[in-house]
């Protein structure tokens, strides 16, 4: 899988919203990818501070989508 697809499944993936397959491609491609190991790294720490502003609430979609859309741009090749 391309290091574009896995950074397309990472949304889910952190959500744990993902097929067991799928994300034992990820998990196996970020071993051997040291850059979606890292963009792994930053998405979820910029989630988790989201939901930290958002206390337990559910971040908005939007924002959400638009987290995702940020991360996706400056990896972007
Ligand atoms: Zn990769």
């Known amino acids: 899988m391309k290091c574009r697809e896995i950074i397309k499944l990472l949304s889910e993936y952190i959500d744990r919203e ?35 502003l958002y206390k337990n609430e559910k971040i908005p979609k939007k924002i959400e989508k638009s987290l995702f859309y940020q991360i996706r741009i400056r990896y972007k090749k």
Do not use: N, P, W, Y
């Open 18 to 52: 993902i097929e067991k397959e799928e994300r034992e491609i990820i998990e196996k491609h970020i071993k051997l990818c040291k850059r979606c190991e890292s963009i792994l790294h930053t998405t979820e720490k910029t989630i988790f501070f989201s939901r930290t």
